[in-house]
């Protein structure tokens, strides 16, 4: 998962573009990258670490220019490396940077297509560099002008599979941004009126634009592109047809910030409804339930614990202190370092926890690895019993789409019964929400949403996949092969 951003401005906006990735950066904490374009020269400046770590005020200054792009990074598979931090930059034709939030699934074809057909280099095993070869050679021999780009993205479309969000700047034009044919990844418009005429941006989340000043205007939809240009100009088509529209259900689950509006949907609201749900479910399980406190496992769990706890009439409480300089615990690279960084994650609350039932409820629950730990540190502050429920259903089938969640061997749900994962993370009861009511719970009364990409909880692919794309990325995705990139 990664965050983009794209501005086009009437001021220099490298600093807009650095504040943006600092809200944006819940969504990748590996890498981060600015790339802004002077009139004459496309200039970029990116590295691994935090968006804090990454830029200091000489790199600032060095990035001038009224338009420009960003980027953040998680380490997705094959793609852990310094060379792998975007936007990536090729200078021919015009001179284009591009940062890539997603996965594309036709990777390796397109690779090949790009040498052979395109007669283009791609040096690192970034997709997102493949699908900006792709996009340079679409735009290659024509005359730069709106129109021309969206030919180009109806080329990029044609030939890349998987689900993206990408944001480019391309000298002499402006900036480039483009949603899949499907919606999986999130994209947003956004505008700010100023004294000198209009500025426009866009961004995976809505909330970049509150810091910044920006106003949402809507979102890019499914097979939509829109072109910014240096003048500050909008310009915008439906490049193909919108397919089935699915955005990912992890961002409304886990991902997102709860103050960002994903297609048209709050996220703080969706997972308020997720609680509800979930409450209302355990009533219907254990009507005379011995809870005595609803816990949180923070952060993206509070909103959906704290309906719970309304649901069923019982205390909330907060229990666990989050050290919030640890990253993201099931994206970790490996489960060795995953394991050791849950407690330096989270701290219980004794006070909390003793002589009392206590229900943790958490957003999801991956490879178990934080939930076990969780369960025997509640324990441990002195709970008389530990039920731990979940927000979503069991995660059973890789994400494909742009979260480098793990293969279905690492995924403790994966071919176990509720019975059996219970067991395994050693709760006295375990409870998942049902998909049927997590979707209804995300799309709302107004049920603005009809499908969603839920395809780590049901297998669903929206794409469809090549018939030996899971072993490929069995060898990518797996521990034991990342152990092997790094040792290597």
């Known amino acids: 998962m990664c965050g983009i951003i794209g501005i086009v401005g009437h001021n220099e906006v490298a600093a807009q573009l650095y504040d943006a990735l600092t809200v944006l950066q819940h969504r990748g904490q590996d890498a981060a990258g600015i790339a802004t374009a002077d009139g004459r020269r496309l200039l970029v400046h990116k590295g691994n670490g935090l968006v804090s770590e990454v830029f200091d005020e000489p790199a600032m200054r060095q990035l001038r220019g009224r338009i420009g792009i960003g980027h953040c990074r998680y380490p ?25 939030n997603g996965n594309l699934i036709n990777t390796d074809a397109l690779r090949g297509e ?56 391309v000298l002499g ?18 505008k700010r009126s100023t004294a000198a005429g209009d500025e426009y941006a866009v961004a995976s989340e809505s909330v970049a634009f509150d810091l910044i000043g920006f106003e949402r205007v809507r979102d890019v939809g ?79 769990s509070r909103d ?59 957003d999801s629950i991956v490879r178990g690895t934080t939930s076990k730990q969780i369960v025997q540190m509640a324990r441990e502050a002195g709970a008389r019993k530990v039920y731990l429920a979940s927000a979503a259903p069991p995660v059973r089938h890789p994400n494909i789409y742009g979260i480098d969640m793990p293969i279905a061997d690492e995924l403790i749900a994966y071919n176990r019964t509720e019975e059996e994962v219970q067991d395994l993370l050693g709760c006295d009861w375990l409870i998942y929400q049902d998909l049927e009511d997590l979707e209804h719970a995300v799309s709302g009364p107004k049920h603005r949403l009809e499908h969603f990409d839920s395809s780590c909880f049901n297998g669903d692919y929206v794409t469809g996949t090549e018939e030996d794309y899971f072993e490929r990325i069995k060898r990518l995705r797996s521990d034991e092969a990342k152990n092997t990139r790094r040792a290597g």
């Open 222 to 300: 499914p097979g939509e592109a829109v072109v910014i240009t240096a003048d500050g100009e909008l310009h915008t088509r439906q490049c193909v047809p919108a397919g089935k529209h699915t955005p990912c259900m992890f961002e409304y689950v886990y991902f997102a910030r709860p103050d960002s509006m994903i297609d048209d949907i709050s996220v703080h609201k969706a997972r308020m409804r997720m609680g509800q749900a979930l409450g209302e479910k355990i009533l219907r399980l254990r009507p005379d339930h011995d809870i005595d406190t609803v816990i949180p496992i923070p952060d993206s």
């Open 76 to 100: 997705t598979a094959g793609s852990e490396g310094n060379d792998e931090a975007q936007p990536f930059y090729v200078n021919s034709p015009y001179g284009i940077a591009l940062a890539h």
């Open 173 to 190: 034009l402006g900036v480039v941004a483009f949603r899949d044919p499907n919606g999986i990844r999130p994209l947003v418009l956004g």
């Open 114 to 169: 790009v040498f052979e057909q395109d007669r283009r280099n791609v040096n690192t095993e970034s997709d997102s560099e493949v699908l900006l070869n792709v996009f340079a050679h679409e735009l290659d021999t024509r005359v730069l002008t709106p129109d021309t780009a969206f030919k180009a993205v109806e080329g990029v479309y044609r030939r890349c599979v998987g689900g993206y969000a990408v944001v480019a700047t």
């Open 304 to 362: 959906a614990a704290l309906e719970v706890a309304n649901v069923l009439n019982v205390k909330y409480r907060e229990g666990f202190i989050k050290n919030r300089y640890v990253g993201r615990t099931f994206i970790m690279p490996g489960q060795g370092q995953r394991a050791k960084s849950v407690r330096r994650k989270l701290n219980p609350i004794p006070l909390e926890f003793r002589n009392r039932v206590v229900l943790l409820v958490d």
